[in-house]
């Protein structure tokens, strides 16, 4: 447990979206080892040999997060949360000649919609003392021009970024702080299949992205909202 009490998530209730994912399962870590109890949304059922369940998490089965039944059964129950998390999304690469409509409310649903959803229900949440939340964009989004390939993505990222930055003045004045971060490509076994010949030494880990996450969601954030953070690693 951190001896930083301004990081101390003790007794207090954090939401994370994607949490039985590498960057969403590393700031669960983060969080149970930080004192926070957890709730993470399982789009299916939860597989007890690949996500064994835990001490002070709880797991909402059956959760489609772009779908506003899903998203109200992930915060019922969580009335008084200090912090939402969302992590939660998906990814597409194809050039635009080659996305039809399904495949761009796809990336939209999977990246700008659930998010949306989330936040509100955050907010709904949330007690009179405000909260933390705290989006995933992306790096492409904020540099458009490396998005070449992959538009969709791009689009739906970068929509999660005018979000966090428009919904952080809506509630300036309810002590809640909305802020994301923009990683680049993250060093999982996924992309590292994806991608063998990248020099994976450039990437950020998601321990490494969970720390500057979590910061942002704790108590120790005082001040900073409306912000879309680069967590790029070397890269």
Same mark, same amino acid.
């Given at each position: 447990m951190?001896?930083?009490?301004? @990081?101390?998530?003790?007794?207090?209730?954090?939401?994370?979206?994607?949490g039985?994912?590498?960057l969403g399962?590393?700031v669960?870590?983060l #969080?149970l080892?930080?004192?926070?109890?957890?709730r993470?949304?399982v789009h299916g059922?939860?597989?007890?040999?690949?996500?064994?369940t835990?001490?002070?998490v709880?797991?909402?089965e059956?959760?489609?997060?772009s779908?506003?039944?899903?998203?109200?059964?992930?915060y019922?129950?969580?009335a008084g949360a200090?912090?939402?998390?969302?992590v939660?999304?998906?990814?597409e690469m194809a050039?635009?000649?080659?996305?039809?409509?399904?495949?761009?409310?796809?990336?939209?649903?999977?990246?700008?919609?659930?998010?949306?959803?989330?936040c509100?229900?955050a907010?709904?949440?949330f007690g009179e003392?405000g909260?933390?939340?705290?989006?995933?964009?992306?790096?492409p989004?904020l540099?458009?021009?490396?998005?070449?390939?992959?538009?969709?993505?791009v689009a739906?990222?970068?929509?999660?970024a005018?979000l966090? @930055?428009? #919904?952080?003045a809506?509630?300036?004045?309810?002590?809640?702080?909305?802020?994301?971060v923009?990683?680049?490509?993250?060093?999982?076994?996924a992309?590292?299949?994806?991608?063998p010949?990248?020099?994976?030494?450039?990437w950020?880990?998601?321990?490494?992205i969970?720390?500057?996450?979590?910061?942002?969601?704790?108590?120790g954030?005082?001040v900073?909202?409306?912000?879309i953070?680069?967590v790029?690693?070397?890269?």
């Amino acid at each position: 447990m951190t001896t930083d009490t301004a @990081q101390d998530f003790n007794g207090r209730l954090v939401i994370v979206t994607g949490g039985t994912g590498a960057l969403g399962e590393a700031v669960v870590n983060l #969080l149970l080892a930080r004192g926070a109890q957890c709730r993470v949304p399982v789009h299916g059922t939860l597989d007890p040999a690949r996500q064994p369940t835990r001490e002070r998490v709880t797991y909402v089965e059956h959760c489609d997060l772009s779908d506003e039944a899903g998203v109200a059964r992930l915060y019922d129950g969580a009335a008084g949360a200090w912090a939402s998390i969302h992590v939660a999304g998906g990814f597409e690469m194809a050039p635009a000649e080659d996305i039809d409509r399904p495949a761009l409310m796809r990336m939209l649903d999977m990246n700008f919609v659930s998010c949306h959803l989330c936040c509100r229900g955050a907010l709904r949440a949330f007690g009179e003392t405000g909260g933390r939340i705290v989006n995933v964009s992306a790096r492409p989004a904020l540099e458009p021009r490396a998005g070449a390939g992959m538009t969709a993505y791009v689009a739906s990222k970068a929509a999660v970024a005018a979000l966090t @930055q428009a #919904l952080a003045a809506e509630v300036a004045g309810r002590g809640v702080l909305v802020n994301a971060v923009a990683p680049s490509t993250i060093d999982t076994p996924a992309n590292r299949l994806a991608m063998p010949k990248a020099n994976h030494a450039l990437w950020p880990t998601p321990a490494e992205i969970a720390e500057t996450i979590v910061f942002l969601a704790s108590p120790g954030n005082r001040v900073t909202s409306g912000a879309i953070v680069p967590v790029y690693g070397k890269a």
